[in-house]
């Protein structure tokens, strides 16, 4: 079997980092994914980056850098729908310095005039707004024109896979769950509402209640109006009481935000864990898996720097297959 061959299992926007990633590097790459864009978690994010339960910290804090220095290439790709945006994150008492302020390079306290009536103090940084709607096309168009494949396929063990490729990276997020035996994951489900654009140049965000965070992210054509965090819910149904209590608290946010137009209410679940999984495991003498699933409410944030660091591991990996054979 041809050794840079790999199959990447799911298709949301960890399965297409990797995909890319992997074609890049030179390897033959297929997709085989039970849903593909529109219909992945993915394409339900909002997605701003900001490293929202997701850890161990160290790593997300390193892979969230490196994924930061992706999107700003992208900002410049218009087709990609990666935008900058300006997040000033919002408190009712005196904001301090978040853990991950050292993987924004702009990190500022907010100005007095930013802060809307109610709260206290706040932060703004400069970070990529990404409208999932756009870029996860973009990613499957990019990956195909690379020469990756697809295959629109439910798989119930990685074995089913042994005959196409020795090498098998397991992007299913919350489908882990069964393909990977792993009782560690949980949905943490998040209701938003899509609203018409309205020229707002500015994110907020506030997370002082855990389980109804508010949050605004202004894209290339809509806004996003979040939210929930909600664990261990598994429930895909819009809640009306949890969309009028959404449009409530961002319109108490932003004024601007009264008389919207409403384009869709969206729900998706998060692939919660207490750490993001990123691990090599070998399952036979002749299959291969590294993991690449578990990354919470910080899929896009991550994605880049879990892509790269998947890639070196089956990079130190095929060497080392390579020194064996040679010394057989
Ligand atoms: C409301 C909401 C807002 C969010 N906002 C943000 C944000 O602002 N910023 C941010 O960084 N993140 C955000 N996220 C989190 C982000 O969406 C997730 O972390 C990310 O989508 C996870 O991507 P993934 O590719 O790992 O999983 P998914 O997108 O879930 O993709 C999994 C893939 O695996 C496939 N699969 C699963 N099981 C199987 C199987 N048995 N066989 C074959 N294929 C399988 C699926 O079909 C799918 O293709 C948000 C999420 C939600 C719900």
């Given at each position: 079997?041809n050794?840079?061959?790999v199959?990447?299992?799911?298709?949301?926007?960890?399965?297409?980092?990797?995909?890319?990633?992997?074609?890049?590097?030179?390897?033959?790459?297929?997709?085989?994914?039970?849903?593909?864009?529109?219909?992945?978690?993915?394409?339900?994010?909002?997605?701003?980056?900001?490293?929202?339960?997701?850890?161990?910290?160290?790593?997300?804090?390193?892979?969230?850098?490196?994924?930061?220095?992706?999107?700003?290439?992208?900002?410049?790709?218009l087709?990609?729908?990666?935008t900058?945006?300006?997040?000033?994150?919002?408190?009712?008492?005196?904001?301090?310095?978040?853990?991950?302020?050292?993987?924004?390079?702009?990190?500022r306290?907010?100005?007095?005039?930013?802060?809307?009536?109610?709260?206290?103090s706040?932060?703004?940084?400069?970070?990529?707004?990404?409208?999932?709607?756009?870029?996860?096309n973009?990613?499957?168009?990019?990956?195909?024109?690379?020469?990756?494949?697809?295959?629109?396929?439910?798989?119930?063990?990685?074995?089913?896979?042994?005959?196409?490729?020795?090498?098998?990276?397991?992007?299913?997020?919350?489908?882990?769950?069964?393909?990977?035996s792993?009782s560690?994951?949980?949905?943490?489900?998040?209701?938003?509402?899509?609203?018409?654009?309205?020229?707002l140049?500015r994110?907020?965000i506030?997370?002082?209640?855990?389980?109804v965070?508010?949050?605004?992210?202004?894209?290339?054509?809509?806004?996003?109006?979040?939210?929930?965090?909600?664990?261990?819910?598994?429930?895909?149904?819009?809640?009306?009481?949890?969309?009028?209590?959404?449009?409530?608290?961002c319109?108490?946010?932003?004024?601007k935000?009264?008389?919207?137009?409403?384009?869709d209410?969206?729900?998706?679940?998060?692939?919660?864990?207490?750490?993001?999984?990123?691990?090599?495991?070998?399952?036979?003498?002749?299959?291969?898996?590294?993991?690449?699933?578990?990354?919470?409410?910080?899929?896009?944030t991550?994605?880049?720097?879990?892509?790269?660091?998947?890639?070196?591991?089956a990079?130190?990996?095929?060497?080392?297959?390579?020194?064996?054979?040679?010394?057989?």
């Open positions: 079997m050794q840079k061959q199959a990447i299992v799911g298709c949301g926007v960890s399965g297409l980092s990797c995909g890319i990633k992997f074609l890049e590097a030179g390897f033959q790459v297929k997709i085989v994914a039970r849903d593909l864009p529109p219909n992945t978690t993915s394409n339900a994010a909002a997605a701003i980056w900001y490293p929202y339960k997701a850890y161990p910290e160290a790593k997300v804090l390193q892979w969230g850098r490196i994924a930061l220095e992706e999107y700003d290439r992208l900002t410049s790709i087709e990609s729908g990666v900058n945006v300006t997040l000033i994150e919002l408190f009712k008492d005196v904001a301090c310095d978040p853990w991950w302020k050292d993987a924004v390079p702009n990190f306290y907010a100005l007095k005039a930013e802060i809307p009536p109610g709260y206290r706040g932060y703004a940084i400069l970070v990529p707004a990404i409208d999932t709607q756009i870029y996860m973009y990613l499957l168009e990019r990956f195909k024109l690379l020469g990756g494949a697809i295959e629109s396929r439910t798989i119930s063990s990685f074995f089913q896979l042994e005959s196409e490729s020795n090498l098998i990276i397991n992007c299913a997020g919350l489908g882990a769950k069964e393909i990977a792993d560690d994951l949980y949905p943490i489900r998040g209701q938003i509402i899509q609203v018409r654009g309205k020229n140049n994110s907020f506030d997370q002082t209640s855990a389980s965070p508010t949050y605004i992210v202004p894209r290339t054509h809509d806004c996003i109006l979040g939210g929930t965090a909600e664990d261990n819910n598994w429930s895909l149904t819009v809640n009306e009481d949890t969309a009028n209590s959404i449009l409530n608290r319109q108490k946010l932003e004024p935000l009264k008389d919207i137009e409403i384009v209410r969206i729900v998706g679940l998060r692939p919660g864990r207490k750490e993001v999984r990123l691990e090599l495991e070998p399952i036979s003498a002749n299959l291969m898996v590294i993991h690449n699933y578990g990354h919470g409410g910080a899929g896009f991550l994605a880049w720097g879990c892509a790269e660091e998947v890639l070196q591991i990079l130190d990996r095929t060497s080392a297959d390579k020194f064996s054979a040679k010394k057989l």
